[in-house]
């Protein structure tokens, strides 16, 4: 088992793989060791600890992580910059990549196997056309659209018009050599240009199978951009993610980057160096910025899962916090309006000086301490004093003027037990009266013009004694509350 998780760390680099491959290859020998299929395996615990997230690390490393994955704003339009000064092929190639991929957020290997037929449009709600591009995303993504919003339209199509005129003589030649490897009479020319750059593949680019190499948007010739050697006419290649990374000033040794070429500069003077994927943290970080839900963000990078998006959210804890803060309301809503969203309300705002959320029921709010003991009601909560209603909750009204009418047949049928001599119907004609007139007389309190919206009402205390308290009145103990005594916030029960 422990050579298992060796070999583990041998294949893989990651701590996040080491971890999820740990507890599967655990469960599985937990398996084998439950099902007595292996009796005698000892019982084994990955020695892989869960890896720290440190885009959500509030340490120094977190911070420390954030600035290295995180580029500037400076940086980013110095980009900008290179794309606007772009005079030769090169740089107008690469910076239409690096365009690319500030466009959307995507990976610099999806960028290099985009069609040249990319850019579609379709209308929104508005029927106003919108901007996407047709990418297939990696690590099992697939295909999808990728939109690009408005202010980025006319940049995004002048990147793909020069990188479609910059590789028009390598398509060229790819489609002739097609052609002619098709044909009856293939030449040995053509026949040694398609082995020697038409890969495992041909036709097509990879081994997905979809892109055709002459259709391949990112396609030039051999020495294309050499400052050194002659072009060669009859080739054809797709340039690597460390060209791009080359141009972009990341690594070292890797020669001058367009940004030394323009004499572009950071702030303090150092040069500005970046990796193709810097640019994809820095566009998801913004779009979290911005406020862009976590699934939309998810879809539009390509992302299999929306958990992935914290990978690639560098936004500082104080930015977090402060966009937790937005999504609550700075002024609470009305207590009637949170009651009728069944949203929560406090003890305290129904007069209840409790710490914690009070309880729904059918006809108002509950605020028992359930921590103390267990409803000693059995649910009958229009006869509890630790029972409300509010004034203006209709839906509440109506399941009150139901139980009213459901209560008043109850007593009739009670009453005429009664009135039959059955034994202990005349317990269930004080229940009953006892009910109806608390039901009752909350029904006209929540219908009366003079109560206002919103008003919290109960029954006093004196209608809904404790065990304890009972005796003590039958003793004469406690003195019984007169209805003279109520507050203004009770309800007046007539018992007749």
Request: glycine share 6%; with cysteine.
């Amino acid at each position: 088992m422990d050579v298992c998780a060796n070999k583990c760390k041998e294949f893989y680099s990651s701590e996040d793989v080491h971890h999820k491959t740990g507890l599967q290859l655990q469960a599985v020998f937990d398996f084998l060791r439950e099902k007595s299929l292996v009796p005698s395996l000892p019982a084994w615990k990955s020695p892989f600890k869960k890896p720290v997230i440190l885009t959500e690390d509030l340490g120094e490393a977190g911070q420390a992580h954030r600035m290295e994955k995180l580029p500037t704003n400076e940086a980013m339009l110095a980009v900008a910059d290179v794309f606007a000064q772009a005079d030769d092929r090169e740089s107008q190639f690469y910076s239409s990549i690096f365009i690319l991929l500030m466009a959307a957020p995507g990976r610099v290997s999806e960028v290099l196997k985009l069609p040249i037929d990319c850019i579609q449009w379709e209308e929104d709600d508005d029927g106003n056309l919108q901007m996407f591009l047709r990418w297939n995303a990696a690590k099992g993504k697939g295909a999808t659209r990728k939109w690009v919003v408005p202010v980025m339209h006319d940049v995004v199509k002048e990147a793909v018009r020069r990188l479609i005129e910059i590789g028009a003589p390598a398509r060229e030649l790819v489609r002739a050599a097609f052609e002619g490897s098709t044909s009856s009479s293939e030449d040995v020319g053509t026949s040694n240009l398609i082995k020697e750059f038409g890969g495992f593949y041909w036709p097509f680019l990879d081994e997905k199978r979809v892109l055709t190499t002459w259709s391949a948007l990112c396609l030039h010739r051999e020495n294309e951009f050499s400052r050194e050697k002659e072009i060669r006419p009859d080739s054809w290649r797709i340039p690597s993610a460390n060209e791009v990374n080359k141009r972009l000033g990341a690594g070292s040794g890797h020669g001058e980057s367009l940004f030394d070429r323009m004499g572009l500069r950071n702030l303090d003077g150092t040069r500005i160096t970046l990796t193709s994927h810097q640019l994809r943290h820095w566009l998801s970080t913004m779009s979290e910025r911005a406020g862009m839900d976590d699934y939309s963000l998810a879809r539009w990078a390509g992302r299999a899962k929306v958990s992935d998006n914290r990978h690639y959210d560098h936004r500082s804890p104080e930015e977090r916090l402060e966009a937790a803060r937005g999504l609550l309301p700075m002024q609470p809503a009305p207590l009637l309006e949170r009651i009728k969203q069944r949203q929560p309300v406090t003890y305290q705002e129904l007069g209840t000086d409790r710490l914690g959320t009070a309880k729904a029921t059918l006809y108002g709010m509950c605020v028992h301490d359930y921590a103390m003991a267990p409803c000693q009601k059995q649910r009958e909560c229009m006869t509890c004093k630790e029972h409300v209603c509010i004034k203006g909750d209709h839906v509440a009204l109506d399941r009150i003027r139901l139980l009213e009418a459901q209560t008043e047949k109850l007593l009739q049928q009670a009453m005429k037990a009664h009135e039959d001599g059955d034994f202990g119907a005349d317990r269930w004609v004080d229940n009953h009266k006892w009910k109806l007139a608390h039901v009752k007389a909350m029904r006209i309190a929540l219908e009366h013009p003079n109560v206002l919206e919103g008003a919290v009402l109960r029954i006093p205390d004196g209608h809904d004694p404790s065990p304890v308290r009972r005796a003590l009145m039958d003793l004469g103990v406690v003195e019984v509350p007169s209805m003279d005594a109520l507050g203004p916030k009770m309800i007046a029960l007539a018992l007749t």
